[in-house]
């Protein structure tokens, strides 16, 4: 149903609306002018079709996290899952005050990291829809000086075949374990780079038996300096008493989601998602993107012409997006825009985006990201793999061609009251732009803006 007629079309209803009246009028005087009244009726019927409207209705896209092929055995991204996180004495022994830590990295409270725990995060981000059960076992001595080694993961294969609860963390009864951390502990008297911090930490997917009825499917490798803060970072630190970014960062792949930083370094800070993101600089939520794959949010697409409004409360608590095209979208996997309402509240207090008046503590943007995450497939339709060497995934596109990125923030917006936007140096600043579509090698013509924000409810314009 149309949320909104446009007042070019006032004049034209108010004619139909008169003509209609006075065709009921003559028909009091004389029945046989009843055809006024036909008419008016016709009229006022067919005018409808020509009104300049926008509909902006809830949809449920086609499509899953799985199809893109980043996981082929994603964890499930709705419902209780158990995770097993296994220490690992690889550099150095484990103490109880390191213990003690990562438990509060895994498993803590607010009070105790200064932000957010993996599973605290999860439940905060997915809107309540997931929930982490996370089991730690004493710590694994090892044979070795590096943690990407067969001898780590025969010694780990072993020592989860004592486990003997071990089933219950196969969440989906698939006959795998879904997920498996293990933390190792390394040199502390040094800082790695952002470089050493993708080379030290990561997720493998694997088909290993643990016994006669169950495989290991993820095994996630994090280095316990990141819980020390001992890594160069994107996102703001001054508060984090206990860092777990890296810890939430993996488990996005256990999910399913691909990285999203830029990899190709002559494109550095333009490419795709600016390091705002945890999949992309581990830096505040997940993107509107990740969550639509992970069935975590809310989709309505925008379709018709001239304008429309809708209302939006912040992304990161509660999860609305509109999608805007220029062709029909029923799939999770095609080209797109994505609009949201940006807020640094919650999961997104550590993110390195500031408000243009430093006396604000809570500030609301638009946020709007091109999605170009078609599929690569074969004569049958079935997904392929790429494997280029920043691409090894199902998607046609990744963030590491400029020209030709999956997921990229085109525009964000500070909303500064008074029904004024005002730049961010962030992104390109324009709140009517033209938007280039790959698909069709179209494009499209988009207006839009935050009329208010009242009571973290922000009232969006959109016209088409």
């Known amino acids: 149903m149309p949320l909104f007629f446009h007042k070019n079309n006032i004049f034209l209803t108010e004619l139909i609306a008169i003509l209609y009246l006075l065709g009921c009028e003559k028909m009091k005087i004389k029945k ?6 036909l008419l008016g009726l016709s009229i006022l019927s067919l005018s409808s079709c020509f009104k300049s409207t926008i509909t902006i209705e809830k949809v449920e896209l086609e499509g899953n996290v799985k199809d893109s092929l980043v996981n082929e055995r994603p964890i499930q991204s709705i419902g209780n899952n158990n995770i097993l996180a296994v220490p690992l004495n690889l550099y150095n022994d484990y103490n109880s005050d390191m213990l003690d830590k990562l438990d509060k990295a895994l498993f803590g409270t607010s009070e105790e990291t200064g932000y957010y725990s993996l599973s605290n995060y999860i439940k905060e981000s997915s809107y309540q829809k997931l929930n982490l059960d996370i089991k730690r076992t004493e710590p694994l001595s090892v044979d070795s000086n590096s943690f990407d080694n067969q001898n780590v993961i025969d010694s780990l294969i ?9 089933k219950k963390f196969d969440n989906n009864n698939d006959n795998y374990i879904d997920s498996v951390f293990v933390i190792y502990t390394s ?3 040094t800082t790695y780079t952002f470089k050493q911090r993708f080379e030290n930490n990561k997720t493998i997917y694997l088909d290993k038996s643990i016994n006669d009825t169950l495989k290991v499917g993820n095994i996630s490798f994090v280095d316990y300096a990141t819980i020390e803060k001992k890594y ?8 984090l008493l206990i860092d777990s970014h890296e810890l939430i960062h993996q488990f996005g792949h256990v999910l399913g989601l691909d990285d999203s930083e830029d990899f190709e370094p002559s494109i550095g800070e333009k490419g795709g998602e600016y390091h705002t993101t945890m999949m992309s600089g581990m830096s505040g939520d997940f993107s509107a993107f990740d969550k639509m794959l992970l069935k975590w ?3 309505y697409i925008a379709k018709g012409n001239q304008t429309a409004s809708t209302t939006l409360k912040p992304f990161v608590t509660e999860g609305k997006v509109v999608l805007i095209s220029n062709h029909e979208v029923t799939s999770l996997y095609d080209e ?3 609009l949201e309402l940006y807020s640094n509240q919650k999961l997104n207090k550590d993110n390195c985006i500031k408000p243009s008046n430093p ?3 809570i500030f609301y943007s638009i946020r709007a990201m091109h999605v170009n995450a078609q599929l690569k497939t074969n004569s049958t339709g079935r997904v392929i793999k790429n494997d280029t060497e920043y ?4 998607f046609v596109a990744d963030n590491s061609v400029y020209n030709y990125q999956r997921t990229r923030f085109i525009l964000f917006k500070e909303y500064s009251g008074e029904d004024e936007m005002t730049n961010l140096n962030l992104y390109n600043g324009y709140s009517s732009f033209l938007l280039a579509f790959y698909r069709y090698n179209s494009s499209k013509t988009i207006t839009f803006s935050l009329v208010k924000v009242e009571d973290d409810t922000a009232t969006l314009s959109i016209t088409l």
């Open 32 to 37: 046989k002018i009843s055809i006024y009244c």
């Open 158 to 166: 072993d020592y989860l075949n004592q486990i003997e609860d071990i």
């Open 187 to 189: 040199d502390l008297s």
């Open 232 to 239: 160069y970072s994107y996102y703001d630190t001054k508060d």
């Open 297 to 299: 949010t809310d989709v």
């Open 336 to 338: 797109y825009l994505v």
């Open 359 to 361: 006396k604000k503590n």
């Open 391 to 394: 691409n090894k995934t199902g």
